[in-house]
C-alpha cells in the first residue's frame, strides 16, 4: 500500500513536469529574433560644435532583408543640460553590444522615453525594408534663411543657382533626404515632434510658426524632453538621435530590435 502511494505520487510529479514542459515550449519561451542593426553615419555632429553647417545627421540603414524585418526608425531626445545627455546616450552605448541583443533599444525606449521623429505629413520617420539599404540625410531646422523663394525662370542665372542650391538642401533646411546616385532626393519632407505638430525651430528662426503652436519651446512634461532644473546655457537645447533596425514576430506582434546607431547630436540655440 505504501509502496502504491510512492508510485501514485512519483506519476503525478512525472505528468505534472511534462505538462509543465510542454506549457513552456509552446507559449512560455519567445523566439529570439536578430536584427541587423544600421550601418555607419558619414557626419556625426556634436552639440559642442559652432558651426551650423555640421548640425545635420547622414548614415546608412540597415541591409536586412529578413522576413520579420520592418525597417529602420529614427528615434531622439531633448534636452536643456548637457551633461545629462551625455550621461544617458553612455548609459545606452554601454549596453549596445551583441551579446546584449535589444537591450540598449529597450532603455533608449522604455527608460529614457526616446520618441519616433515623425514628418510633416504625420508619418513617423522609418525606412522600411523594400527600400533597401539607404544613405540618409536629415536636418532638424532652418540656419542662414534657408533656400528662399524660387526665383523666375526668365531671370537665368539665379533660377540656375537656385536649383543647384537645392541638391545641397541639407546644409541649411529642414529636410529628410536619400541619396540617389549622387545627388540627394527631397520630397519636401521636413522633421518633426513625436506629436506631429510641433517642429524643431524652437525659437521660430524662419517666422513661419503657423497659429503660434509649431515653432515653440520645449515645456516640462513632453515626452520627447528631459527637463533639468540646471540648464547648461540660456536659451539653448540639445537633441540626440539614434537610428535603429525593427523587426516584428508574426506570432506576438512584439518588436526586436538591432543594436543601435549613435547619429549624433546637434544644438537649438537662441539667434541661430
Given at each position: 500500500?505504501?509502496?502504491?502511494?510512492?508510485?501514485?505520487?512519483?506519476?503525478?510529479?512525472?505528468?505534472?513536469?511534462?505538462?509543465?514542459?510542454?506549457?513552456?515550449?509552446?507559449?512560455?519561451?519567445?523566439?529570439?529574433?536578430?536584427?541587423?542593426?544600421?550601418?555607419?553615419?558619414?557626419?556625426?555632429?556634436?552639440?559642442?560644435?559652432?558651426?551650423?553647417?555640421?548640425?545635420?545627421?547622414?548614415?546608412?540603414?540597415?541591409?536586412?532583408?529578413?522576413e520579420n524585418f520592418v525597417g529602420t526608425d529614427v528615434y531622439y531626445k531633448i534636452y536643456n543640460n548637457s551633461s545629462t545627455l551625455t550621461s544617458e546616450k553612455s548609459s545606452i552605448l554601454s549596453v549596445n553590444t551583441?551579446?546584449?541583443?535589444?537591450?540598449?533599444?529597450?532603455?533608449?525606449?522604455?527608460?529614457?522615453?526616446?520618441?519616433?521623429?515623425?514628418?510633416?505629413?504625420?508619418?513617423?520617420?522609418?525606412?522600411?525594408?523594400?527600400?533597401?539599404?539607404?544613405?540618409?540625410?536629415?536636418?532638424?531646422?532652418?540656419?542662414?534663411?534657408?533656400?528662399?523663394?524660387?526665383?523666375?525662370?526668365?531671370?537665368?542665372?539665379?533660377?540656375?543657382?537656385?536649383?543647384?542650391?537645392?541638391?545641397?538642401?541639407?546644409?541649411?533646411?529642414?529636410?529628410?533626404?536619400?541619396?540617389?546616385?549622387?545627388?540627394?532626393?527631397?520630397?519636401?519632407?521636413?522633421?518633426?515632434?513625436?506629436?506631429?505638430?510641433?517642429?524643431?525651430?524652437?525659437?521660430?528662426?524662419?517666422?513661419?510658426?503657423?497659429?503660434?503652436?509649431?515653432?515653440?519651446?520645449?515645456?516640462?512634461?513632453?515626452?520627447?524632453?528631459?527637463?533639468?532644473?540646471?540648464?547648461?546655457?540660456?536659451?539653448?537645447?540639445?537633441?540626440?538621435?539614434?537610428?535603429?533596425?525593427?523587426?516584428?514576430?508574426?506570432?506576438?506582434?512584439?518588436?526586436?530590435?538591432?543594436?543601435?546607431?549613435?547619429?549624433?547630436?546637434?544644438?537649438?540655440?537662441?539667434?541661430?
Open positions: 500500500m505504501n509502496n502504491a502511494g510512492v508510485m501514485r505520487k512519483n506519476l503525478l510529479i512525472l505528468l505534472s513536469c511534462m505538462i509543465a514542459g510542454v506549457f513552456v515550449s509552446s507559449c512560455g519561451l519567445e523566439e529570439v529574433i536578430t536584427v541587423e542593426e544600421p550601418l555607419v553615419t558619414y557626419n556625426n555632429p556634436l552639440f559642442s560644435s559652432s558651426d551650423p553647417e555640421s548640425w545635420y545627421f547622414n548614415f546608412k540603414t540597415s541591409s536586412e532583408s529578413g551583441s551579446t546584449n541583443s535589444s537591450a540598449a533599444a529597450t532603455r533608449m525606449i522604455e527608460t529614457y522615453k526616446y520618441q519616433q521623429l515623425v514628418g510633416d505629413a504625420g508619418d513617423s520617420v522609418m525606412f522600411p525594408k523594400d527600400v533597401g539599404s539607404v544613405t540618409v540625410i536629415m536636418r532638424l531646422k532652418n540656419y542662414q534663411n534657408g533656400l528662399g523663394p524660387e526665383p523666375s525662370q526668365s531671370d537665368t542665372a539665379k533660377y540656375n543657382n537656385y536649383i543647384e542650391s537645392k541638391k545641397s538642401r541639407y546644409k541649411w533646411e529642414a529636410c529628410i533626404g536619400i541619396l540617389s546616385g549622387a545627388e540627394y532626393l527631397y520630397n519636401n519632407y521636413i522633421p518633426y515632434r513625436y506629436d506631429r505638430t510641433r517642429s524643431f525651430d524652437f525659437f521660430d528662426y524662419d517666422q513661419d510658426n503657423k497659429g503660434g503652436t509649431r515653432d515653440v519651446i520645449p515645456v516640462d512634461g513632453d515626452s520627447d524632453y528631459k527637463y533639468s532644473s540646471t540648464a547648461s546655457s540660456e536659451d539653448t537645447y540639445y537633441i540626440q538621435m539614434f537610428a535603429v533596425g525593427v523587426a516584428l514576430d508574426p506570432n506576438t506582434v512584439s518588436a526586436s530590435y538591432s543594436l543601435v546607431l549613435d547619429l549624433g547630436s546637434v544644438p537649438i540655440r537662441k539667434g541661430e
